[in-house]
């Protein structure tokens, strides 16, 4: 079935350092990707999205490129900041099943000053 | 535009009980999606509503129930509450697939 494995946290940075989270994926199908952004005591937030091979979805200077080879949507940053602390789920869709999203168990990012 | 709505932010409920949890969509998002979240077992899929019909089941107990009105709210249920039912419900809604979910902000529950 279709499922979303994504890099365990938690990961502590530096302000301005680089970030990467990793996520790979299985699915039937031609899955749309996404990323998702939770900060405490709130809901998910999309981050970012891509919806078919190569798509790079960006934001708030965020990326990740939907890599169809590898199966893999990794999200980076080149320089994080405090404010980006948050819990980061990586997830997929098809529109094989309606719309039920696969979400990876998410990653929790700490970025100290 | 205004946001997913949830309501209410935070309960409280005893073993036992039952729960009506409300979910207002984005206007115009005929889909209605509801996930448990939990610190031990992450994001789980509990729903899915679109156009009234449930269109998708996750793997939870028959406790759990929804429903979705013809102005595309969303309401779900928890009949006879245990402890391990604790948990932040997330509302989502969605146009399609490959538009991504906007999520509510959740509503807190917690069985006592």
């Known amino acids: 079935g279709d499922s979303v494995t994504q890099m365990e946290g938690p990961v502590t940075l530096s302000e301005e350092a680089f970030l990467t989270i990793n996520c790979t994926y299985t699915a039937t199908g031609y899955p749309s990707l996404f990323w998702y952004v939770q900060y405490p005591g709130e809901g998910l937030q999309l981050l970012l999205k891509?919806?078919?091979?190569?798509d790079k979805g960006s934001n708030k200077g965020f990326e990740a490129t939907y890599r169809k080879e590898t199966t893999s949507f990794h999200l980076e940053k080149g320089s994080v900041q405090v404010s980006d602390s948050a819990v980061y789920f990586c997830a997929l869709s098809t529109s094989n099943t309606g719309n039920q999203f696969y979400f990876g168990t998410g990653t929790s990012l700490t970025v100290i000053p | 535009k205004a946001g997913v709505t949830q309501t209410p932010r935070y309960l409280i409920k005893t073993r036992g009980q039952q729960v009506t949890l409300s979910c207002s969509p984005i206007s115009g998002h005929r889909s209605v999606s509801w996930y448990q979240q939990t610190p031990g077992q992450g994001l789980q899929f509990l729903f899915e509503?679109?156009?009234?019909?449930?269109?998708n089941k996750g793997n939870f107990p028959g406790r759990f129930s929804g429903r979705q009105f013809s102005n595309s709210r969303s309401e779900m249920n928890v009949s006879t509450l245990e402890l391990g039912d604790s948990a932040l419900y997330l509302c989502?809604?969605?146009?399609?697939?490959?538009?991504?979910?906007?999520f509510g902000s959740g509503t807190r529950l917690t069985v006592v």
């Open positions: 891509a919806t078919k091979a190569d």
């Open positions: 509503y679109f156009s009234e019909t449930q269109r």
């Open positions: 989502a809604s969605s146009l399609a697939a490959n538009y991504g979910y906007t």
